[in-house]
């Protein structure tokens, strides 16, 4: 065989090669020289001599292909016309499947036959991929005239006589294929093949194309399944309305969604999977969505988790579909919480408001997890929803919030007397601060706090410094390290001064040297403790505490240079043996009353005058403190009320069952009440001080601001401790302004600039 | 009536002996800590000069490894000198 041009006669070798072609296209055998040969006879054509004869090849295989598809489309012609619903219809799609998969396999044998045409002749001709994507100018005409490989041919006129003249009957028995799967669910596996078969034939048939090759497929049968599908899954809708409850449509329709799914991937074409799904839930979810949330509040507040669990899965995939179940919670909660927390009377309010607030908080964070999958947009509705109750005014009027303030005393509580378990009221402060996250005021929370720990430390209250000193962490992990600093310093002082009393101790010993009272000093740092400015408070302390204070304050100062003491007697407190009527007691008070009895240790009695001016004492502590021994019985006083002439005696006939006890002073000169405006009140001093602080920092760095974009970086930055309300924002920029710190700039009237 | 002391806690707070209450060079007060310290007290101390002025240990210290020939207190224009007392 030579290679080399020859001329020769198109209809002789036609004439053979035609043969194995229809052999191939039939799927009958052809004998390896037979197959071979052609491959020759199509070269040969290609490179005849003197003119290549490759165009006639191609059209004489065109007619050929043209017939061999014609002759098949003949077979369908009795069921074009006649009914064929059932049995028959599905015997037309048999057999369309199979003159399909025959013809595809055919063509696939064929195309290989050809492949000298192909590769030479139809490649060159063809447009380029990138000129097809971009669309080069190529006129429509062009390409409709251009030649195609032989298997793409081939499909192209299964298209042009098979698809085109049975589709429409093909894709109505499909459909009636799908419906009665649908509907009765007896397909057998063959059916299921053939239908999934013809429809794929709709895609593979345009397959080849780089562009729109789903186009028939698309317009010949998704639009009609969408369709068909459509109107099912809508009577499908309307018949279960009528027989069920919301419960139980919705678990049908949870069932309805997931057989779609199971079908659509045993059925179409990957693209339509979605559209299908959509459609479905369109129909069936969407059309219905006033009917599903009918019953959505009684759901919530009966907590029916299954029923709840079921309308997210349905609602989920709906775009804003969620959006009325989650307010809908969120209300829910607000109720729910604020009812928990209301009204709460006794002596234990903040250990009810925190737990209360903890339950409903636990309730609703459990109902997420299990049946919201953890959704973040039902997590931040709980958080909103939480703060929103925790930073509500009581309903009593009042003009405070006073969370914080509960939440510090729940604390207070836990780490004071309680009587659990170590790690009892570890887990129930990590509980305490889930809720303080919640708390908008901070910063009051904080002042409650440190006051609260000022005492606990300086009156040994603390029931475990471990504790303590783990709950200032988790408020430092919870609001960083600049809220908690005062509060850890004033813990380090603590630890610090067992460590001072140690050395003092030793101290004394070495220089043989002992005290004849047994001391324990406390040395704070100044800044850390919220003590207030009490620094002048008149006393003359009684010489048996002179020589201790004396000696401990020249080692303190042998110890630490630059460093001035100063003792706070009001927070003292002491020990007393007494011995009165034969009998002796301990008594333990405070250092004021201390002094006050060790006057009349040699002497049984002294006017008041007298006492006071010997204890320079201010006249409020002196009548306090006088006030709490003469309740206490060991003292007695000649007149009704404390006055300068009054005598007081001692109490030569006291007697107490108990012979140890302690004496409190009785009249609070502060009520809790008070006290709590005024750690509001120095709140917000702090605030003030902090806006303007903040004000300071953001105009030094950015020189010129708008008023509105100057609040906005306050508010973000203050976040973290308070939420500042508008006017106070506007005052301390008042006030900067008058401290000339920043001024408003000339041209605009809401605009400031720094004032270098 | 006979009366013995048996045990007496007491409680006292310090504060720097300084002639001012902030700190000349950083103006921050001298109980909270210099600006890149985070705790005051011990960890953030005070130191005298010669000359009676008082800064944060850190401050002066930065300021006089910031000057190239003579060490002045920054306040009075002595020449610097800790003083230890």
Not at chain 1, 405 to 422: G, I, P, R
Not at chain 1, 472 to 488: R, S
Not at chain 2, 46 to 64: A, Q, T, Y
Request: some cysteine.
């Amino acid at each position: 065989m030579s290679l080399r041009p020859q001329k020769i006669e198109f209809d002789v070798v036609w004439g053979c090669l035609r043969q194995t072609v229809d052999k191939v296209l039939k799927l009958n055998r052809v004998e390896r020289d037979d197959w071979n040969s052609s491959f020759t006879d199509v070269y040969t054509i290609c490179v005849a001599f003197p003119e290549p004869l490759a165009d006639r090849l191609y059209a004489e295989t065109k007619l050929f292909l043209e017939n061999h598809v014609k002759v098949q489309l003949e077979e369908f012609n009795c069921y074009r016309t006649e009914n064929n619903d059932g049995e028959n219809g599905q015997m037309m799609l048999h057999k369309y499947y199979s003159a399909w998969k025959n013809y595809s396999q055919g063509l696939e044998y064929l195309n290989y036959l050809y492949q000298y045409l192909n590769q030479q002749h139809i490649k060159k001709q063809k447009v380029s991929e990138a000129e097809i994507l971009y669309g080069n100018g190529t006129t429509p005409l062009a390409i409709s005239q251009e030649q195609m490989e032989i298997g793409e041919l081939g499909l192209d006129i299964w298209r042009l006589f098979m698809i085109q003249n049975l589709g429409d009957i093909l894709v109505k028995q499909i459909l009636q294929g799908i419906e009665r799967d649908r509907l009765e669910n007896n397909l057998t596996s063959k059916d299921i093949e053939t239908i999934h078969g013809v429809i794929n034939s709709f895609v593979s048939v345009q397959d080849y194309k780089k562009k729109g090759s789903l186009h028939l497929y698309e317009t010949l049968f998704e639009e009609k399944l969408l369709e068909a599908s459509g109107s099912y899954f809508m009577s499908q809708a309307s018949k279960l309305l009528q027989s069920c409850s919301v419960s139980q449509y919705m678990q049908e329709v949870i069932r309805v969604l997931d057989e779609e799914n199971v079908r659509a991937h045993k059925f179409v074409h990957m693209n339509s999977v979605k559209k299908l799904k959509k459609e479905c839930e369109d129909r069936m979810i969407s059309d219905h969505k006033a009917f599903l949330y009918s019953e959505c509040k009684e759901m919530v507040s009966n907590d029916k988790r299954d029923d709840l669990r079921n309308l997210y899965i349905l609602l989920k995939p709906l775009q804003d579909g969620l959006k009325e179940l989650i307010q809908i919670l969120l209300e829910q909660i607000k109720n729910e919480g604020a009812e928990s927390i209301m009204n709460l009377k006794g002596e234990n309010v903040h250990i009810q408001f925190v737990e209360n607030m903890l339950q409903v908080h636990q309730k609703y964070e459990n109902l997420i997890s299990e049946t919201f999958k953890n959704d973040p947009l039902f997590l931040s509705a709980l958080d909103k929803a939480c703060a929103s109750v925790i930073n509500s005014k009581l309903s009593d009027g009042k003009t405070t919030c006073r969370s914080a303030e509960l939440v510090a005393k729940y604390c207070d509580n836990l780490l004071k007397k309680s009587k659990s378990t170590e790690s009892e009221i570890e887990s129930k402060l990590s509980k305490s601060i889930t809720i303080f996250k919640y708390i908008e005021d901070k910063d009051v929370y904080q002042k409650f706090y440190s006051r609260m720990l000022a005492k606990r430390l300086i009156h040994d209250q603390s029931i475990n410094m471990e504790l303590e000193e783990v709950m200032i962490n988790k408020l430092k992990q919870a609001c960083g390290y600049e809220f908690t600093n005062k509060l850890h310093r004033m813990y380090t002082d603590i630890g610090i001064s067992v460590d001072l009393n140690n050395k003092f101790n030793q101290h004394l010993k070495n220089l043989n040297d002992e005290l004849n009272i047994n001391l324990s000093i406390k040395v704070l740092q100044a800044g850390a403790w919220p003590l207030g400015p009490q620094t002048n408070i008149s006393f003359a302390v009684p010489q048996e505490f002179e020589q201790p204070i004396r000696k401990f304050e020249s080692f303190y100062n042998s110890s630490f240079s630059g460093r001035k003491l100063t003792w706070l007697h009001h927070l003292c407190a002491g020990e007393l043996k007494v011995s009165l009527a034969k009998k002796s007691y301990l008594i333990t008070m405070q250092t004021y009353q201390m002094a006050m009895l060790l006057l009349f240790e040699n002497c049984d009695s002294m006017s008041c005058k007298e006492v006071r001016e010997m204890l320079q004492l201010s006249h409020d502590n002196f009548q306090k403190h006088l006030q709490s021994l003469i309740d206490s019985k060991i003292l007695n006083l000649d007149t009704e009320k404390i006055e300068d002439a009054s005598i007081i005696s001692v109490n030569l006939e006291f007697s107490n069952k108990r012979t140890k006890f302690k004496i409190t002073a009785s009249l609070q000169k502060e009520s809790p009440q008070q006290e709590v405006e005024q750690t509001i009140t120095q709140v917000d001093e702090d605030r003030k001080l902090y806006l303007q602080a903040a004000i300071v920092r953001i105009m030094k760095s950015r020189k010129v601001l708008k008023h509105n974009a100057l609040i906005q970086e306050i508010l973000s930055q203050s976040k973290v401790c308070f939420a500042p309300s508008i006017p106070m924002i506007k005052k301390c920029i008042e006030s900067l302004i008058d401290k000339q710190y920043i001024e408003r700039t000339a041209n605009s009237s809401d605009e400031y600039s720094y004032v270098a | 009536m006979k009366i013995k002391v048996k045990s007496w806690t007491s409680v006292a707070w310090w504060k720097w002996i300084a002639n001012d209450e902030n700190c000349g060079i950083c103006r921050m007060a001298f109980e909270n800590c210099c600006p890149d310290c985070s705790f005051a007290g011990d960890d953030c101390p005070l130191v005298w000069g010669h000359c009676s002025h008082v800064f944060h240990m850190h401050c002066i210290c930065k300021w006089l490894n910031s000057q190239l020939n003579q060490q002045l207190c920054p306040m009075c224009r002595q020449t610097w000198r800790f003083n230890d007392r």
